[in-house]
């Protein structure tokens, strides 16, 4: 985010982040949190939690560290009944935990059926679960964003348990914007390219270079190239979109 004062579009509305103790979900919590917004950092890691709170509330973000698994329904559905504590409903939920580092290398054949199940238990019950449980404490007219990845328009090889599973979310995101529209709660996914964060710090340097030429802008993706995409999402800015997928990689994918 620029150093620009941007108007508090979420004073006063609290956000749920899963995964938000680095990467990506931090840079959300951190953008939705100079926003206004009053934030949950839904982490599993309790250091890497713990830390992300001390910061932003060393920015006078009003943040609170809760720690979850979104693997299990008993942690996911303690983490709701804190995210509700202290206001009236939860206005947003961004849906960004997942397992995506260290998890390719292996053909089809070669992935092994636990293994499979891990990713599908995390990226895609996971999510299932938050959403199942958040949604029932959300504000009517709230937003929700799910977080997809640009491999699923491009199916890069030895990824085929963590594409699959980013896919699902993309059906997952049509059928939860026609339920929850009832309530007229948005629900959107976004889908991000290969970003320069602390998951993707071991990827060799061949691979960056490939795929920045790839893109359309020649550089790599910075986690502040993907804060403002959830902040409009949940915004009233976007008020009529549900139901959509928005890639923000470059223009290494074009859909």
């Known amino acids: 985010m620029s150093d620009a004062v941007i108007a508090k579009r979420f004073a006063g509305k609290r956000i749920v982040i899963t995964g938000a103790g680095r990467g990506l979900g931090f840079a959300f919590a951190q953008r939705l949190g100079r926003e206004g917004a009053s934030v949950v950092i839904a982490e599993i890691d309790a250091t890497l939690g713990a830390d992300a709170e001390m910061k932003l509330k060393a920015e006078g973000i009003d943040a609170r560290f809760v720690q979850t698994d979104i693997?299990?329904?008993?942690?996911?559905?303690?983490?709701?009944k804190e995210a509700a504590k202290g206001c009236d409903g939860v206005f947003g939920l961004v849906a960004n935990a997942g397992w995506a580092n260290n998890v390719g290398g292996k053909a089809y054949d070669e992935i092994t059926p636990d293994v499979w199940d891990r990713m599908m238990a995390i990226n895609v019950r996971g999510t299932w679960l938050t959403v199942r449980a958040i949604g029932p404490l959300m504000r009517d007219g709230g937003a929700i964003v799910t977080v997809s990845s640009d491999a699923i328009y491009w199916g890069p090889p030895k990824l085929l348990h963590y594409v699959t599973s980013k896919s699902a979310l993309v059906g997952m995101t049509r059928s939860l914007?026609?339920?929850?529209?009832?309530?007229?709660?948005?629900?959107?996914?976004?889908l991000p390219g290969l970003t320069a964060v602390e998951a993707t710090k071991d990827i060799p340097q061949t691979r960056w270079d490939d795929y920045a030429a790839r893109t359309i802008l020649k550089r790599t993706q910075q986690a502040d190239d993907l804060d403002g995409a959830v902040a409009f999402l949940l915004s009233d800015d976007a008020k009529?979109?549900?139901g959509q997928t928005l890639a923000v990689d470059g223009g290494f994918s074009l859909h």
């Open 177 to 190: 914007a026609r339920e929850l529209g009832e309530r007229m709660i948005r629900v959107n996914c976004l």
């Open 71 to 80: 693997a299990s329904e008993a942690s996911v559905a303690a983490m709701a």
């Open 240 to 242: 009529f979109i549900t």
